[in-house]
């Protein structure tokens, strides 16, 4: 039976290897692993972008970048762009955000159309097609996205005064003399957060989560919640006690090479020397900051257990779908970089995991799959589950119920993702214009091809190579196996997605129907027309 609800939440910047159901060692994460235990892990999913803005519109899109051509964080997604809340409307379901976007709106688009961005429409199309039961995207008051942010007023209502409360009190700690020691600065990510646990940003969302489902719940529609956690991104700083639940002693080695420092790809390279590549490289960097994102992903999956027992205490659980994600990873000094945005598995790969309710989902509960699935899977999945038909010629993406329901009927060869690195210095260092500053990454479950437009390519082979130490791709001896990732990236560009108006079967009802409508081309005579009309009804 169709779902009634459905909980979709997403951390920002969660690699997929940082919960124990996916094997970290350290860290432990056994409400999350529940999740697991109840549903689907998917050990191969990636995004459609390894930055924010960009992940997060193929996500609220179901479309590739190249398709909604919201490239950078801050591009606007343009208006007319079909989301997920378009979708879902259709047939009945509120799509409501609690948390971040990353959306920025197209004002230009919607002055030349005459939207009023106070109305009803207006709304939805700058809020990505959700309606916004609290939105709020960090990096305020003054961010570009959410420049009021009710979060700040919360925390100023509650005593914790100042300008800015969320850096001076969520995102600073303090030294012995009380004096503010920003978050942003990395060696500070040992302190504590100023503010006590139970009003940070991660309960706060989730307290909010459960204000809204509770009020859902009152009001009978079916919805979808996306609960959009802000953390663990940086600024890495936890308050108490999260701060120094793991040390120094509990920190992965970076997997990273010297070897990857000899002849890297030029757009590595450059790279390899962005500021928060290099932090990551000092001596003690990794120390400091790891454990403070290894605190922040505990306290989230404390408050998933707490958002779990919520449902259970509502009666909810048997009619809402979980699902558990992430908009990409986060390097970490891996690789010798920082951030997120190139192609290797911590920075593209994502966790995964969704709880389909419903008896059919039985025999799949607590399975690993291995399948090749792309974020824009999830659109066409939530709308599966609510008993809803996708538009292919919109979404590019597929519904996974079949492999939540004991399908094994699964196409996808390859995973594409794209990467538009113009606002970074790789564009100046190799005198790159902009519009060329293209890269593409195809990927079978093994070799993981990255197309760079005007410049080599990339090539990992992941079966002999799981750590992506050797770039082949300047390597003649796998001539072959770049040909034919280059064309499978060809072929996935000859499928533009770009007639979102009008479908398959609408073309195929209206083809040679000229003739209903007293349109006569190409006809000598009545007899040839009668002929037409009598063969076509036939």
Same mark, same amino acid.
């Given at each position: 039976?169709?779902s009634?609800?459905?909980?979709?939440?997403?951390?920002?910047?969660?690699?997929?290897?940082?919960?124990?159901c996916a094997?970290h060692?350290?860290?432990?994460t056994?409400?999350?692993?529940?999740?697991?235990?109840?549903?689907?892990?998917?050990s191969?999913?990636?995004v459609?972008?390894?930055?924010?803005?960009?992940?997060?519109?193929?996500?609220?899109?179901?479309?590739y970048?190249?398709?909604?051509?919201?490239?950078?964080?801050?591009?606007?997604?343009r208006?007319g762009?079909?989301?997920l809340?378009?979708?879902?409307?259709?047939?009945?379901?509120?799509?409501?955000?609690?948390?971040?976007?990353?959306?920025?709106a197209?004002?230009?688009?919607?002055?030349?159309?005459?939207?009023?961005?106070?109305?009803?429409?207006?709304l939805?199309?700058?809020?990505?097609?959700f309606?916004?039961?609290?939105?709020?995207?960090?990096?305020?008051?003054?961010?570009p996205?959410?420049?009021?942010?009710?979060?700040?007023?919360?925390?100023n209502d509650?005593?914790f005064?100042?300008?800015?409360?969320?850096?001076?009190?969520?995102?600073?700690?303090e030294?012995e003399?009380?004096e503010?020691?920003?978050?942003?600065?990395?060696e500070?990510?040992?302190k504590?957060?100023?503010?006590?646990?139970?009003?940070?940003?991660?309960?706060?969302?989730?307290?909010?989560?459960m204000?809204?489902?509770?009020?859902?719940k009152?009001?009978?529609?079916?919805?979808?919640?996306?609960?959009?956690?802000?953390?663990?991104?940086?600024?890495?700083?936890?308050?108490?006690?999260?701060?120094?639940?793991?040390?120094?002693n !509990?920190?992965?080695?970076? &997997?990273?090479?010297?070897?990857e420092? %000899? /002849?890297?790809?030029?757009?590595?390279? $450059?790279? #390899?020397?962005?500021?928060?590549?290099?932090?990551?490289?000092?001596?003690?960097?990794?120390?400091?900051?790891?454990?403070?994102?290894?605190?922040?992903?505990? !306290?989230?999956?404390?408050? &998933?257990?707490?958002?779990?027992?919520? %449902? /259970?205490e509502?009666g909810?659980?048997? $009619?809402t #779908?979980?699902?558990f994600?992430?908009?990409?990873?986060d390097?970490?000094?891996?690789?010798?970089?920082?951030?997120?945005?190139?192609f290797?598995?911590?920075?593209?790969?994502?966790?995964?995991?969704?709880?389909?309710?419903?008896a059919?989902?039985?025999?799949?509960?607590g399975?690993?799959?291995?399948?090749?699935?792309?974020?824009?899977?999830?659109?066409?999945?939530?709308?599966?589950?609510?008993?809803?038909?996708?538009?292919?010629?919109?979404?590019e993406?597929?519904?996974?119920?079949?492999?939540?329901?004991?399908?094994y009927?699964?196409?996808r060869?390859?995973?594409?993702?794209?990467?538009?690195?113009?606002?970074?210095?790789?564009?100046?260092?190799?005198?790159?214009p902009?519009?060329?500053?293209?890269?593409?990454?195809?990927?079978?479950?093994?070799w993981?091809?990255v197309?760079?437009?005007g410049?080599?390519?990339?090539?990992?082979?992941?079966?002999?190579?799981?750590?992506?130490?050797?770039?082949?791709?300047?390597?003649?001896?796998?001539?072959?196996?770049?040909?034919?990732?280059?064309?499978?990236m060809?072929a996935?560009?000859r499928?533009?997605?770009?007639?979102?108006?009008?479908?398959?079967?609408?073309?195929?009802?209206?083809?040679?129907?000229?003739?209903?409508?007293?349109?006569?081309i190409?006809?000598?005579?009545?007899?040839?027309?009668?002929?037409?009309?009598?063969?076509?009804k036939?």
């Amino acid at each position: 039976m169709p779902s009634k609800n459905i909980l979709w939440i997403m951390c920002d910047q969660l690699r997929f290897d940082y919960l124990s159901c996916a094997g970290h060692p350290y860290l432990q994460t056994p409400h999350i692993d529940a999740l697991a235990k109840r549903g689907v892990r998917f050990s191969r999913a990636y995004v459609q972008s390894p930055i924010c803005g960009p992940s997060r519109m193929s996500f609220y899109t179901g479309r590739y970048v190249r398709s909604h051509g919201s490239t950078w964080n801050g591009t606007p997604l343009r208006v007319g762009e079909p989301t997920l809340g378009d979708h879902l409307s259709e047939i009945g379901v509120r799509n409501v955000l609690i948390g971040k976007t990353h959306m920025k709106a197209d004002a230009e688009g919607m002055a030349r159309l005459g939207i009023d961005p106070d109305s009803v429409i207006g709304l939805q199309v700058a809020q990505c097609g959700f309606e916004p039961w609290e939105r709020d995207d960090g990096l305020h008051p003054d961010g570009p996205y959410a420049p009021h942010s009710v979060y700040d007023d919360y925390l100023n209502d509650l005593g914790f005064e100042g300008s800015n409360p969320w850096e001076q009190w969520a995102n600073s700690g303090e030294d012995e003399n009380g004096e503010i020691l920003s978050g942003w600065l990395m060696e500070n990510s040992d302190k504590p957060a100023r503010v006590p646990e139970e009003h940070s940003e991660t309960a706060y969302m989730t307290n909010r989560a459960m204000a809204f489902i509770r009020e859902a719940k009152a009001d009978g529609r079916p919805w979808c919640a996306h609960l959009s956690y802000i953390k663990p991104h940086w600024p890495y700083i936890v308050p108490a006690p999260y701060h120094d639940m793991y040390g120094p002693n !509990q920190v992965i080695a970076a &997997v990273r090479s010297n070897a990857e420092k %000899l /002849d890297p790809h030029p757009v590595y390279a $450059s790279y #390899m020397q962005e500021r928060f590549s290099k932090v990551f490289s000092r001596p003690g960097v990794r120390e400091r900051v790891i454990p403070a994102y290894m605190g922040l992903i505990k !306290q989230i999956d404390d408050h &998933v257990g707490r958002l779990v027992a919520f %449902l /259970d205490e509502e009666g909810l659980t048997d $009619s809402t #779908m979980i699902v558990f994600t992430s908009d990409h990873g986060d390097y970490l000094g891996d690789h010798w970089l920082g951030e997120k945005e190139l192609f290797h598995e911590m920075s593209v790969k994502i966790p995964l995991i969704v709880v389909d309710p419903s008896a059919e989902a039985d025999a799949t509960r607590g399975s690993v799959n291995d399948a090749l699935v792309e974020a824009i899977d999830l659109a066409p999945t939530f709308l599966d589950a609510f008993g809803g038909t996708a538009k292919p010629h919109v979404l590019e993406g597929r519904s996974l119920m079949p492999l939540l329901r004991g399908g094994y009927e699964w196409e996808r060869r390859f995973a594409i993702s794209e990467y538009d690195y113009a606002m970074r210095r790789a564009r100046v260092d190799n005198g790159v214009p902009v519009r060329d500053c293209r890269m593409t990454m195809v990927f079978d479950g093994r070799w993981k091809y990255v197309h760079v437009e005007g410049l080599r390519p990339m090539l990992y082979d992941l079966q002999t190579d799981p750590d992506e130490f050797a770039d082949l791709g300047a390597d003649p001896a796998f001539d072959s196996e770049r040909a034919r990732l280059s064309e499978a990236m060809f072929a996935w560009a000859r499928k533009p997605a770009s007639r979102i108006t009008r479908s398959d079967a609408q073309i195929e009802a209206a083809a040679g129907r000229e003739i209903d409508s007293g349109i006569l081309i190409g006809y000598w005579d009545e007899a040839d027309v009668a002929e037409a009309r009598a063969n076509r009804k036939g």
